[in-house]
Nanobody, 124 residues
Framework: QVQLVESGGGSVQAGGSLRLSCAAS????????MGWFRQVPGKEREFVAA????????YYPDSVKGRFTISRDNTKNMVYLQMNSLKPEDTAVYYC?????????????????WGQGTQVTVSS
């Protein structure tokens, strides 16, 4: 089992930055691929970023590429999402997720553990 707890959400003006953190507990965190997703009411959950267990491979959709950076610290069981140049359309609940898959997935059905989410609101 892996337990995930997100933090760092909040309200920011467009163009600002936020750093989300995800604290993981449980066994074998360092062997999991990790991802971030986001969801707004009435819409499907959207892939935001993923990172391999070693941190050497990262994946982003075009909507956030160049603005968001995912990273991890396996010594602290932490995953981070640095979000820069935020836009109002980035407003959502952001979720941290863990997967057993070696290659980090980009679809939510391939993640096995989820955090409770943290709200990010970007105002124009």
């Amino acid at each position: 089992q892996v337990q995930l707890v997100e933090s760092g959400g909040g309200s920011v003006q467009a163009g600002g930055s936020l750093r989300l953190s995800c604290a993981a507990s449980g066994r074998a965190f360092s062997s999991n691929s990790m991802g971030w997703f986001r969801q707004v009411p009435g819409k499907e959950r959207e892939f935001v970023a993923a990172i391999s267990w070693s941190g050497d491979r990262t994946y982003y959709p075009d909507s956030v590429k160049g603005r968001f950076t995912i990273s991890r610290d396996n010594t602290k069981n932490m995953v981070y999402l640095q979000m820069n140049s935020l836009k109002p359309e980035d407003t959502a609940v952001y979720y941290c997720a863990a997967s057993w898959k070696f290659i980090p997935p980009t679809i939510d059905s391939e993640y096995h553990y989820w955090g409770q989410g943290t709200q990010v609101t970007v105002s124009s």
